[in-house]
């Protein structure tokens, strides 16, 4: 049997097996370690302040209700690297010609981004055409950078890259999940 380790920060735990903070291979690495997640009553009031802020299509007021449920997270899952939310406008993309029609059209589109080195996450708020995004969306956009936050500054995972494996996309759903009804 392999002992591992549970380290508990009020309502969030993560498990690691033993070997887990000895694989050097980041993907690996990535799929050993699970999380729990509890929402705390002030998680899911942020979480409502968010939501609201999108229903009224007030980038700053998104901006500034997004930081307070990120700097909430990132306290309530014991990281002392701060993480800072940038609402950015329209989605950056690629436009690729049409052979048939040789309209250019949208061939990918982004809908957030984590920059490490300034534990920085860019959130869009409008798509590559200009329509505003839903907030299911925005949300899991948000959950989905804040999962790469993780990666590189937990000190249980302090990945040295961060990776789309299935534990990354299943520590992503047990903060998702418990909050999507809000
Ligand atoms: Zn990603």
């Given amino acids: 049997m392999v002992l591992g380790t ?3 920060h009020g309502p969030v735990v993560f498990r690691a097996p033993a070997y887990s903070s000895i694989l050097k291979d980041p993907y690996k690495r990535s799929n050993s370690v699970k999380l729990e997640f509890t929402p705390t009553f002030e998680v899911k009031e942020a979480l409502l302040l968010f939501k609201e802020s999108v229903s009224l299509q007030n980038d700053e007021l998104i ?4 930081q307070v449920f990120l700097s909430l ?3 309530i899952f014991g990281i002392t690297a701060g993480v800072e939310l940038s609402v950015m406008g329209k989605r950056p993309s690629r436009r690729r010609s049409d052979p048939l029609t040789g309209k250019r059209r949208i061939m990918s589109s982004v809908h957030g981004k984590y920059f490490p080195n300034k ?3 860019a959130l869009y708020t409008l798509t590559a055409t200009g329509r ?4 299911k969306t925005l949300f899991n956009t948000l959950i989905h950078e804040f999962c790469h936050h993780l990666d590189y500054k937990h000190p249980t995972l ?3 890259a961060s990776l789309h494996t299935k534990g990354f996309y299943d520590r992503l759903n047990a903060i998702y999940a418990p909050l999507k009804d809000v």
């Fill in 63 to 66: 901006q500034r209700t997004g």
């Fill in 73 to 75: 997270l990132n306290d």
């Fill in 6 to 8: 549970r380290k508990r």
């Fill in 132 to 135: 505003r995004v839903a907030f």
């Fill in 158 to 160: 302090g990945l040295s």
């Fill in 119 to 121: 534990a920085m996450i």
